[in-house]
């Protein structure tokens, strides 16, 4: 009995110091890529419309991920690529980007296209940092991730998953990510 | 006997505890699954075999002016706080993306310059145009008909292609469904902001006029 006793305050401390000692943490969709590499083709008007620098920067914010165990990803042409990019003005729509992932029954990622809206922050075109971190958010939902998740007691780390633009790039604060940040790379690895 | 229970006792406690852990790190590693998301994505698929074969979900990442850390500051920037039901929809497309007008007819104000009875168009982005599909995001779903909501919204500025319409204060955040046992967010994201609804919606109640 004493022993049952032992074993049962011993599981039970090991229990609440797993659940306790729990980080806030970039949670993740069920589905994923099932191949190592990925094309991602970048709609030319973004070129066209927005110039050079925000295209370059977007596109370093989707290759971002290429420093985690996430899929490669490289430029791909329109039509045969996995994942695609556009960027245009779509009015007032209540977000800066726009992810829709299409994903089989059995949670494999056919492909996926991200939206990115200049409306809100068309006065912000040439701070190019901010593209890219809104390109790499989208992107990390492209690869199967949701967003960070913090509960209330909990300690707040950088996130490039975290829901709102301005919390992890705000144009007129101190806080400017635009790579994928522990807690998220921490998910991706986990997930590939 | 005796000895066998003192073996076998804690061996099932161990296996019942290890089960308990090992569900929750689960739990966290999936964190908000899409559990009932089950869209049909049939944008730009010519084959129909192919589009009811899969699904798709959708994330939104939501714009900097939307961004409220507690109910009082989004409910100070809110033009109207009302209770109402949709009445009817229609889509319209902006690039390959479609958006839906939820024409909610409003059952009660407790802020803002309007009537029971008053009908805001509200836009929520995600539908059906055609053979066009747009997911409609986790955090904020397709409206149901015959549900009632409570809404924190504001009129966006006019827009000389898109005209003027409402949106949802917060991005996400200033909406839960409304029922018999209170405020029921959309998404489990949502849970603790929603839970504080009750208590802010009582005290206007009481400290505002009503139309």
Excluded at chain 2, 30 to 51: L, V
Excluded at chain 2, 158 to 171: C, I, K, P, S, T
Aim: charged letters at 15%; hydrophobic letters at 35%; one cysteine or more.
């Amino acid at each position: 009995m004493k022993r049952t006793i032992i074993c049962l305050l011993l599981v039970l401390a090991i229990s609440i110091g797993a659940i306790s000692f729990a980080n806030a943490y970039t949670a993740v969709y069920p589905y994923s890529w099932n191949k190592n590499s990925l094309t991602c083709y970048f709609n030319a008007d973004i070129l066209s419309n927005y110039g050079t620098q925000i295209s370059n920067y977007v596109r370093i914010g989707v290759m971002a991920w290429n420093n985690t165990d996430a899929p490669s990803i490289s430029v791909g042409t329109l039509g045969s690529s996995d994942i695609s990019v556009d960027m245009d003005n779509y009015g007032y729509t209540g977000w800066d980007g726009y992810n829709n992932t299409n994903y089989s029954p059995s949670n494999i990622i056919n492909y996926s296209i991200t939206y990115l809206n200049t409306c809100y922050l068309s006065g912000y075109l040439s701070e190019y940092n901010l593209w890219r971190a809104i390109a790499c958010h989208e992107t990390g939902h492209a690869l199967g991730l949701n967003h960070y998740i913090l509960a209330p007691s909990e300690t707040e780390e950088d996130s490039i998953m975290k829901s709102n633009t301005i919390e992890y790039y705000n144009v007129s604060g101190t806080t400017k990510i635009y790579a994928p940040c522990t807690p998220d790379i921490s998910a991706i690895n986990a997930k590939y | 006997m005796r000895k066998v229970a003192d073996y076998i006792l804690p061996l099932v406690l161990i296996v019942l505890c290890a089960y308990i852990i090992s569900d929750t790190a689960y739990v966290r590693l999936i964190g908000q699954t899409n559990s009932g998301d089950d869209y049909t994505f049939t944008a730009q698929e010519s084959d129909s075999d192919n589009a009811s074969a899969s699904r798709s979900s959708a994330s939104a990442s939501w714009t900097s002016s939307e961004y409220f850390s507690n109910v009082e500051s989004m409910g100070s920037a809110s033009e109207f706080i009302i209770s109402g039901h949709v009445v009817d929809s229609f889509t319209e497309m902006r690039g390959s993306l479609v958006f839906t007008h939820f024409q909610i007819y409003a059952d009660e104000i407790y802020k803002g310059e309007a009537k029971n009875g008053d009908v805001f168009d509200l836009l929520i982005t995600g539908g059906n145009y055609g053979d066009y599909h747009t997911a409609y995001a986790e955090d904020l779903p397709e409206l149901k008909v015959d549900t009632e909501y409570l809404l924190f919204l504001y009129k966006t500025p006019y827009d000389e292609r898109y005209g003027e319409y409402y949106l949802v204060r917060g991005g996400f955040r200033g909406i839960a469904e409304i029922s018999e046992e209170g405020y029921i967010p959309l998404a489990e994201s949502n849970a603790s902001f929603v839970k504080n609804f009750s208590e802010y919606i009582d005290k206007m109640d009481y400290s505002m006029p009503k139309n």
